[in-house]
């Protein structure tokens, strides 16, 4: 049974910095693209950051330069590095796995993604 589990979620201000964790059982982790999304209370999901099986990476625009991807296959394991964090980033983030033959395949579609986490509630105040 596949499992990812996202961890490191909380209440924050504005201006600081979390990292998230999304830990992955039941799958071969290194045969599947990563990606996490987030969804606000009222909103559409929507795409934050991915990985693919070469490490490339792959961010909406509205977090480059301050949210970081990356992935340890040894630890099956994703991690989501945010700073510069705003009140608007409030949301639950999930992660999602994409099986792939290939390397540098990175999707920011959510229709991609066959596996998905409960989430993790980021809530950042002003």
């Known amino acids: 049974q596949v499992q990812l589990v996202e961890s490191g979620g909380g209440l924050v201000q504005a201006g600081g910095s979390l990292r998230l964790s999304c830990a992955a059982s039941?799958?071969?982790?290194?045969?599947?693209?990563m990606g996490w999304f987030r969804q606000a209370l009222g909103k559409e999901r929507e795409f934050v950051a991915a990985?693919?099986?070469?490490?490339?990476?792959h961010y909406a625009d509205f977090v480059k330069g301050r949210f970081s991807i990356a992935r340890d296959n040894a630890k099956n394991t994703v991690y989501l590095q945010m700073n510069s964090l705003k009140p608007e980033d409030t949301a639950v983030y999930h992660c999602?796995?994409?099986?792939?033959?290939?390397?540098?395949?990175?999707?920011?579609?959510?229709?991609?993604?066959?596996?998905w986490g409960q989430g993790t509630q980021v809530t950042v105040s002003s």
């Open positions: 990985i693919s099986r070469g490490h490339g990476e």
């Open positions: 039941g799958l071969t982790f290194d045969m599947y693209a």
């Open positions: 999602a796995a994409d099986r792939t033959t290939t390397l540098g395949r990175i999707s920011g579609s959510p229709y991609d993604y066959e596996y």
